[in-house]
């Protein structure tokens, strides 16, 4: 079956980075396309990015120029690279492949001083 199993979250402070990372099983991880969303509380889930088999990428406003999402095809694992974070960006996040209805527990960041 489809597992997801992200990390990388923690605690940190505004301007901070963090790296998640996600390790997928389940499914041809190489033919997939993939995603990260986020969901704060009290609010909807909202798509952060996404990247294609084929490394084409998309991102949200909210985050382009600070996010960057990339694939290792050998490790069936997808990364999000989060910089100058902000405590808007505060939210669990998780990676589905694109399209799908597979989440995993997901990983909370949380940006604080």
């Known amino acids: 079956q489809v597992q997801l199993v992200e990390s990388g979250g923690g605690l940190v402070q505004p301007g901070g980075s963090l790296t998640l990372s996600c390790a997928a099983s389940g499914f041809t991880f190489r033919l997939s396309a993939m995603a990260w969303y986020r969901q704060a509380p009290g609010k909807q889930r909202e798509l952060v990015a996404t990247?294609?088999?084929?490394?084409?990428?998309n991102y949200a406003d909210f985050v382009k120029g600070r996010f960057t999402i990339s694939r290792d095809n050998a490790k069936n694992t997808v990364y999000l690279q989060m910089n100058s974070l902000k405590p808007a960006d505060t939210a669990v996040y998780y990676c589905?492949?694109?399209?799908?209805?597979?989440w995993g527990q997901g990983t909370q960041v949380t940006v604080s001083s």
């Open positions: 990247m294609t088999r084929i490394g084409t990428t």
């Open positions: 589905p492949p694109w399209g799908t209805d597979y």
